[in-house]
């Protein structure tokens, strides 16, 4: 089974909350670096601003279902499903208050139009006791709590992260082979879902039919 974090793995949050903050600050969005740290240091905001911006972005302008999907997660997450590795969504969104509802729709209709496949998904904030093999993400305190608790963990190469030792991915090729790598090795593997041809257009494909 393989754990997969959504923000700064599958979806570019980074981009897609600059436009908000900056649409918001009446800024033109380069203003504010994409190398940044974990606190947002670099864009002059505040913990506190940055608890009310994210809920802003969230709630009002319907963020978590408007994110760039990184390039060629879908397919390289197809290609692992269809060598039988579990694929399991983990994601903490659900720390805006009163934007559950709207967190929970729009993360799952993103992963419909993104085309992201997935077996099962849980929206939790301590990520260690959901019994992946291995494990991707890119925040800090998440890798290191995972690898303290023994997990093997992947970074996804980000400016926040540069410090965190590998193994390390610098995109979703790199992370396939990683992890096809360790399936070989560890992880045990599901059978393919039946009448599911190749291409990670194939359920609109199938739906279309
Ligand atoms: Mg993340």
Redesign the pocket.
Known sequence: MFGV?????CADYTIGFREIVAERRGVDPETLPLERTWSFAEWDMTPEEFGEMHQYAVVEKRMMANLPAFEGCADALWRLSDAGVWIRIITHRLYVNWGHATVVGDTVGWLDTAQIPYRDICFLGAKPQVEADVYI???PHNVEALRETGNPVIVFDQPYNTDLEGPRAHDWSEVEQIVMELAAEKMSVQPQLPGIDAGADRLDRRRGA
Do not use: Q, R
């Open positions: 974090d959504l923000d700064g793995v993400d890119d925040a």
